[in-house]
Every structure is written in C-alpha cells, then in structure tokens.
C-alpha cells in the first residue's frame, strides 16, 4: 500500500480510498499534513534535529513533495496548496480579516476559498475516496463559504 505524504508550510486532510471501480489495493490512501510556522527542515524527513519519528516512517514509505513555494500568511498558502492555484485566482489575495478596504469586493480577494477553484479534496472525493479535514480551516468563515463537498467530513 502506497502513502503520499506532502509536508507544507494547523490542519490534516485525510483522503482514504474506496471501493470502486479501481481496485482497492491499487489506490494510495493520501495523508496530507499542514504546518504553520516551521522552517522546511525542522523534522527529520528533512534533515532536521528535531526527533520525528512517525513522520519518518510516513516519509520512507511514501512520497514527499520538496517544491511547494508559500505565500507569506496561512490562509494564501492554504488555498495555493488545496487548489493548485495562485492565491489570487482562489479568492485569497489576502487573509480575509486584512483585505484592506480598497481590495474589499474585488476578484481575488473575496477572503475564502472561492467557486473559481476546485480543491484537491472535491477532485479526490470525484474520484471515489472518502475525505475529511481536521484542525485549522481558515478559508472562510461563513457556512456560505465554507465550500461545501471540499471536505466529505469536517472532524
């Protein structure tokens, strides 16, 4: 069984495979880890001091992802990462609490994770897995805009 593992710039998006058409045992089950504030080799997987265990046998037995450029808040980084956009395009120019009051009403800055993209959990759970999301959202707060089917599950 395959595990990817991509390890980025507070939340956990879990993907679990289905049954489908596919069989099972030829679909990874996807574990995506969000960090904020921690420098890229801060862990082991990276190189780092800091004793991490689980997450270097998550590492060894899956795929890392080294080339994920951030934005310089959580909210950008996070919709650049679930997206596959720029920050702009998903409707985060900015952190939604500081879109300055020029940027207010304008495209790409609508301050949450806007109907223009498709996140990489609506695609996943397109594609028959189960998905879920625990921990820090920050993509919106109004349940308008919370993106409804982003997550199959918010735990």
């Known amino acids: 069984m395959a595990t ?4 980025v710039a507070v939340g956990v998006v879990t993907m679990s495979r289905c ?22 080799s801060d862990i082991g997987p990276f190189g780092g001091e800091i004793r ?9 037995s899956g ?10 808040t959580c909210s950008p980084t996070r919709s ?9 395009l998903a409707g985060l120019g900015s952190m939604g609490e500081a ?18 993209v498709v996140s990489i959990a609506t695609l996943l759970r397109d594609a028959g897995y189960f998905t879920c999301m625990s921990g820090k959202w920050h993509l919106g ?13 918010v735990i």
């Open 52 to 60: 991490t265990p689980n997450l270097d046998t998550l590492a060894k």
């Open 141 to 153: 707060e109004e349940p308008t805009t919370t993106r409804q089917g982003c997550a199959t599950r």
């Open 4 to 7: 990817i593992v991509l390890h």
């Open 63 to 72: 795929m890392l992802f080294s080339d994920f450029h951030t934005a310089p």
């Open 19 to 40: 049954q489908g058409a596919e069989r099972a045992a030829d679909r990874p089950n996807i574990l995506l880890i969000v960090v904020d504030d921690m420098g890229y």
């Open 99 to 116: 879109i300055a009051t020029n940027q207010k009403g304008k495209p790409g800055y609508e301050g949450y994770l806007n109907q223009r």
């Open 80 to 88: 650049m990462l679930l997206s596959g956009t720029d920050n702009h």
